[in-house]
């Protein structure tokens, strides 16, 4: 999984600018949305949440990818 450092950037999330996050495929995370992301279990709403926006913005084998490390 490639990761990138940015300075400021929207996050897709929670569409916060951060100065720590990550870049998949173009799209920005939050350090903080990445660690809930990270932690969360798959039967959370934050996971659901997660997904739902993930489909829309980044392809699912990402997904698979980050979640199923
Ligand atoms: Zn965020």
């Known amino acids: 999984m ?3 450092i ?7 999330m929670c569409n916060k600018t ?5 870049i998949i495929r173009g799209k920005y995370i ?12 798959i039967n959370t709403d934050f996971y659901e949440y997660y997904k739902n926006h993930i489909k829309k913005n980044i392809s699912l084998s990402l997904i698979k990818e980050n979640i199923e490390l």
């Open 30 to 41: 939050c350090s903080e949305c990445e660690t809930k992301i990270v932690n969360s279990d």
């Open 6 to 12: 940015v300075t400021k950037t929207s996050c897709i």
């Open 18 to 22: 951060s100065k720590n996050g990550i």
């Open 2 to 4: 490639k990761q990138y």
